[in-house]
């Protein structure tokens, strides 16, 4: 990941990475989880320091249904840290979405 973000031809100015993460900080709409009818499939990494395994924990119970799934050894990207177990949830998940 390190280098995949060293080698990006189009890297992120610090200003503006700085006011990305200050909107996220202040945009919140948890209010709104409970109007979520789809099923829902929380995945998270055991190890991401960005968004805690409490706020996953956290999403699941606001928003009706949903499930929470948790990735060991990965952090915030999963995609890329577990790529295999990363595709078999998705396709697990699908799979229950069907029915």
């Known amino acids: 990941a390190v280098q995949w973000l060293l080698d990006d031809p189009w890297p992120q100015l610090p200003q503006a990475f700085r006011r990305q993460v200050e909107a996220i900080a202040r945009w919140n709409v948890t ?13 998270t990494g055991d190890r991401d320091f960005l968004f805690p395994l409490e706020y996953a924990t956290q999403l699941v119970r606001l928003i009706p249904n949903a499930r929470l799934h948790v990735i060991e050894k990965a952090a915030h990207s999963i995609h890329m840290e577990q790529p295999d177990k990363f595709i078999k949830t998705i396709v697990d998940c699908l799979g229950r979405c069907r029915g």
């Open 31 to 43: 209010h709104e989880l409970v109007r979520i009818t789809s099923p829902t499939y929380v995945i």
